[in-house]
């Protein structure tokens, strides 16, 4: 147990992991409060997952006016997005503007990964250790790691024979030229599959889609902005801002408030059509208040997509194994440009992994069963260990709990997504079973960086210097993301929200799905009382959230 009366100086306030998001924002928000604050980065610069993530076609399914910090009005009156949907390259460019015009870059240190950090408990302080061996020590830990920074494995069986080009979407390190004129594979549709499929169809000489599962690509309707939009933005913003805070996915999307069996089957169709045209459907949850609850609901949705797909594929065996059978929505869905269209090409080839699976590959081939496919290049788009990866990866511990990896060997456990039970002054920045999952990111990041920030000004100011939640108000918060998602049709669905995609790792979904709104009243009601259920200095308020849960209800 944590000694709360024998503190020792640290080297700085705050040490933090990641130049994404999390980590700017963090260092902005500790500047602010006078803190100081040391963070290191894997990568040479600044971006996170926008620096990793360039492979072709990437740009962000949010849009741009929205996936944006909302923390300065000078910030968001000169920043000018060029489209609706902005490119990697754009939004690389957006943090990076961050980072210079705060200043920002001086509190990190790139090329730095942290490779381990232990908590002390007689010093009340975690002690980082690099990968360059040298260590540092920080009163508080905050990870802003993200959740989908680390890549899968290659868990693709004979990879290892293959002598061609490999290259993975998560580290893309050559250019879409280096794929002209040969025999690709692509091997895996989610978002990043599907992003790059029709830009690598333009230059290969043939392309081959390796898929296992379908997912609904919706079509993106990606546009400049006009400088009539951009201006009217401008002057709206801070009531944007406000209708994203308090909206169910960080977007200004209402819930509906009507049921998609209660219209009738004319009615349906109209809004469907409306919803594919404006590329709705993204949150699902926005057209009709049944289709993430009620399967018949949803199959009314996921009926109207797959239509789209056979008026679209020229093909019908082709169109049918493009056809998702998973409920609209269950898993994330995709935002594609021209993605369908690219089957009709005559050098795309289409073969589903969904009956027969890779077999193994030889030097020049991918096998499966009797059938051989000679590849010059494979692009692998297979996906992340979302959220516990990055978080494992920074081997944690503490004399109480262990590692993390022990702690969440059954699922994972926390406080409101931000801290876990046995790890003091642990703070993770848009974590697991946080609203991060199902949201625009951007907007859980900053609202969970106000909120670790005021906590800890909180403890300050009442003197004690170890915070960290209750067991019991962890348990909570953990009954809560389950309940709340156990009425959806999430829960039905294998992916990376729970963890399927990763052999191994424990199936526990790894977002609140109750909305960003209902989320942010939660956090700050329990703010305003005092923090129940995290215990400062040894001191815990009661009551615990579950209480707060239900009455904000
Ligand atoms: O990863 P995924 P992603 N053999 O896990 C298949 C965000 N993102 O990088 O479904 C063969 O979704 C796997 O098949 P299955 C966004 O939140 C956003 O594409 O497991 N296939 C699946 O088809 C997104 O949801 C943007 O059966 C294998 C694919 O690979 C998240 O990142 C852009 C396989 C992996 O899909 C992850 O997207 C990019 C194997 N061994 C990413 N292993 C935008 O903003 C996996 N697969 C638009």
């Known amino acids: 147990m944590t000694d709360p009366t024998s503190p020792t100086t640290p080297d700085v306030d705050v040490v933090c992991v990641g130049a994404g998001f999390s980590g700017l924002y963090a260092a902005y928000k500790a500047a602010e409060q006078g803190w100081t604050f040391a963070g290191f980065e894997t990568?040479?610069?600044?971006?996170?997952?926008?620096?990793?993530?360039?492979?072709?076609?990437?740009?962000?399914?949010?849009?741009?006016?929205?996936?944006?910090?909302?923390?300065?009005?000078?910030?968001?009156?000169?920043?000018t997005w060029s489209e609706r949907f902005a490119p990697q390259a754009e939004i690389l460019s957006y943090i990076n503007h961050v980072a210079d015009r705060f200043d920002l870059r001086r509190h990190f240190r790139f090329n730095s990964r942290v490779a381990a950090a232990r908590w002390l408990p007689d010093e009340h302080l975690w002690e980082v250790t690099l990968d360059s061996g040298e260590t540092r020590r920080g009163r508080?830990?905050?990870?802003?790691?993200?959740?989908?920074?680390?890549?899968?494995?290659?868990?693709?069986?004979?990879?290892?024979?293959?002598?061609?080009?490999?290259?993975?979407?998560s580290r893309w390190n050559i250019s879409l030229d280096d794929l002209?004129?040969?025999?690709?594979?692509v091997i895996g549709t989610g978002s990043s599959g599907v992003q790059c499929i029709p830009l690598i169809a333009e230059v290969a000489e043939h392309l081959t889609v390796f898929q296992r599962t379908p997912n609904y690509v919706l079509p993106a309707r990606n546009a400049p902005l006009s400088a009539d939009v951009v201006d009217e933005i401008k002057s709206n913003y801070p009531a944007i801002r406000e209708e994203c805070w308090y909206s169910p996915g960080g977007i200004p999307d209402r819930p509906a408030t009507d049921r998609?069996?209660?219209?009738?089957?004319?009615?349906?169709?109209?809004?469907?059509?409306?919803?594919?045209?404006?590329?709705?459907?993204?949150?699902?949850?926005?057209?009709?208040?049944?289709?993430?609850?009620?399967?018949?609901?949803?199959?009314?949705?996921?009926?109207?997509?797959?239509?789209?797909?056979?008026?679209?594929?020229?093909?019908?065996?082709?169109?049918?194994l493009l056809e998702p059978r998973f409920p609209l929505g269950a898993k994330r869905s995709c935002f594609g440009t021209g993605y369908y269209e690219t089957f009709n090409r005559p050098n795309v080839s289409l073969v589903s992994l969904r009956d027969e699976p890779i077999t193994t590959m030889t030097s020049d081939s991918i096998i499966i069963g009797s059938d051989s496919y000679a590849v010059d290049a494979i692009v692998l788009a297979i996906g992340?260990?979302?959220?516990?990866?990055?978080?494992?990866?920074?081997?944690?511990?503490?004399p109480e709990a262990g590692t993390l990896q022990q702690a969440w060997a059954d699922g994972v456990r926390t406080?409101?997504?931000?801290?876990?039970?046995?790890?003091?002054?642990?703070?993770?920045?848009?974590?697991?079973?946080?609203?991060?999952?199902?949201?625009?990111?951007?907007?859980?990041?900053?609202?969970?960086?106000?909120?670790?920030?005021?906590?800890?000004?909180?403890?300050?100011?009442?003197?004690?210097?170890?915070?960290e939640p209750t067991t019991e108000a962890q348990e909570d918060w953990v009954k809560i993301t389950e309940a709340t998602v156990n009425q959806t049709l999430y829960a039905t669905t294998d992916s990376w929200y729970r963890g399927s995609n990763v052999t191994g790792k424990p199936t526990t979904f790894l977002g609140y799905v109750g909305g960003v709104g209902r989320y942010r009243r939660m956090c700050a009601e329990i703010g305003r009382r005092g923090y129940p259920g995290v215990r400062i200095g040894g001191q815990a308020v009661a009551p615990t959230i579950g209480r707060i849960d239900r009455e904000i209800a």
């Open 43 to 79: 990568a040479p610069d600044v971006g996170g997952t926008w620096h990793w993530n360039t492979y072709p076609g990437a740009r962000c399914d949010v849009e741009s006016i929205y996936y944006s910090y909302s923390f300065s009005e000078e910030l968001q009156q000169e920043w």
């Open 140 to 169: 508080y830990l905050l990870a802003g790691s993200g959740g989908l920074s680390t890549p899968k494995n290659f868990d693709v069986p004979g990879l290892e024979n293959f002598t061609g080009l490999t290259v993975s979407t």
């Open 180 to 185: 002209a004129g040969k025999r690709v594979a």
């Open 260 to 320: 998609a069996l209660d219209v009738s089957e004319e009615e349906r169709r109209r809004r469907y059509e409306q919803a594919y045209e404006r590329s709705g459907f993204l949150g699902v949850g926005a057209e009709f208040s049944d289709l993430l609850t009620d399967p018949k609901a949803n199959e009314t949705a996921a009926e109207f997509v797959r239509e789209k797909i056979r008026q679209t594929v020229e093909d019908p065996k082709t169109a049918a």
């Open 384 to 398: 992340f260990d979302a959220f516990t990866g990055p978080l494992f990866a920074l081997n944690v511990t503490t």
């Open 415 to 467: 406080y409101l997504g931000i801290m876990t039970a046995g790890f003091p002054n642990f703070f993770m920045i848009a974590g697991p079973q946080s609203p991060a999952l199902a949201s625009n990111v951007v907007v859980t990041i900053e609202q969970a960086v106000d909120w670790i920030a005021d906590l800890i000004a909180h403890a300050k100011a009442k003197g004690g210097d170890v915070i």
